[in-house]
């Protein structure tokens, strides 16, 4: 069950390349593609850019829903049972949503994540990775 849960989650990741932004014209990215430049916001509602706080680095970015969603919590704590293996694979996991900063600890909290939660409160971000056209 854990290896199809593994596979599900591998099916539904982007891994990237971070490096110099592409256009803003909206595209959906794919595997080993360089992130775009997004504005984000950390957990202390910080602004950071996506590409050059994460430059040089594999990501793992996933988009989730919200705190409120049950099957976005699940998946979550399951992503944190592989994130000693995706960081022993030179991987940085980083999970997005559009929620506030305070929910987004709250998450992270009652999860016991241990990686990289950002908001992306304008959907920027989504539109960018060509998730949602708009």
């Known amino acids: 069950m854990k290896l199809m849960t593994l ?3 591998i099916a539904l990741l982007l891994i990237l390349n ?6 803003d014209k909206t595209k959906t990215l ?15 509602n910080a602004p ?4 050059t706080s994460n430059a040089g680095q594999r990501l793992v970015i996933i ?10 919590n699940a998946h979550l704590a399951d992503l ?3 994130f000693r293996q995706l960081t022993k694979l030179g991987y940085k996991l980083i999970a997005i949503s559009t929620e506030s900063s305070t929910n987004q ?20 971000g989504i ?3 060509g998730i949602v056209n708009g």
């Not at 971070?18 to 256009?23: D, I, P």
């Not at 794919?30 to 202390?44: C, M």
């Not at 950071?48 to 590409?51: D, R």
Request: hydrophobic residues 30%.
């Open 18 to 23: 971070v490096g110099k932004a592409q256009s």
């Open 80 to 82: 944190q049972s592989y």
């Open 105 to 124: 600890k709250r998450t992270k909290d009652n999860s016991y994540l241990t990686y990289t939660l950002l908001s992306d409160p304008t959907m920027a």
């Open 7 to 9: 596979f599900t989650t």
């Open 63 to 72: 988009y989730y829903r919200a705190n409120w969603c049950p099957h976005c």
């Open 127 to 129: 539109n960018k990775f």
């Open 30 to 44: 794919k595997v080993g593609d360089t992130v775009p430049d997004i504005e984000l916001v950390t957990l202390d």
């Open 48 to 51: 950071t850019l996506l590409s």
